[in-house]
């Protein structure tokens, strides 16, 4: 693919999301659960950041069921000025959730956790590269949010669409450590 600025990248995903709409993702997604909670990094973390999947993102919501009761389970809530933060989940981590002014399910919350070096953050992201370069959604929540825990695990997880040898990116955007994608690690 020709090199193309991230406004225009945006653009083709969302429409490509949209082609797919009716598209049944489940064993692409599957495979990808399935690799996650095999994984070491997994394995090995008390607590994982994860986020309320949107309908163009790896449905996580099994991953989610089950990370609930082995783990502490945080999701993001979007605050002003571009920060996030991450609420402890109750054991019914769906339970309570609440569409924000961007349409994103978020929890109601009760107790902020911070991740530590025992924790993993699971990453959504319009797009991600071999070089696990992330396209977000343009507004640098999870930018600002990884900036602050350089030394936190951070798995990025797609579909196959959105996976590409190279994406454009700034300066402040930040890489992952690693890309799932089809229940492939990169």
């Given at each position: 693919m020709a090199m193309v600025t991230k406004k225009e990248l945006r653009i083709l995903l969302q429409k490509e999301a949209l082609d797919n709409k009716d598209h049944d993702f489940s064993e692409e997604d599957n495979a990808s659960i399935e690799a996650l909670l095999a994984c070491d990094?997994?394995?090995?973390?008390?607590?994982?950041?994860?986020?309320?999947?949107?309908?163009?993102?790896v449905n996580i919501n099994k991953f989610l069921d089950i990370a609930v009761k082995e783990k502490r389970l945080a999701l993001p809530r979007c605050l002003d000025e571009g920060l996030m933060e991450f609420c402890l989940a109750e054991k019914v981590w769906n339970k309570g959730l609440v569409r924000s002014s961007r349409n994103i399910a978020e929890p109601i919350c009760e107790h902020i956790i911070e991740p530590d070096e025992h924790s993993i953050i699971l990453v959504p992201a319009l797009a991600f590269s071999k070089l696990k370069q992330r396209l977000g959604r343009g507004m640098g929540y999870y930018d600002r949010f990884l900036n602050r825990y350089p030394s936190v695990m951070t798995i990025g997880i797609c579909r196959r669409y959105q996976f590409f040898d190279d994406i454009p990116v700034e300066k402040f955007d930040k890489?992952?450590?690693?890309?799932?994608?089809?229940g492939i690690f990169y």
């Open positions: 990094e997994y394995k090995n973390a008390t607590s994982v950041f994860a986020f309320v999947p949107l309908p163009s993102e890489n992952v450590n690693k890309v799932l994608v089809n």
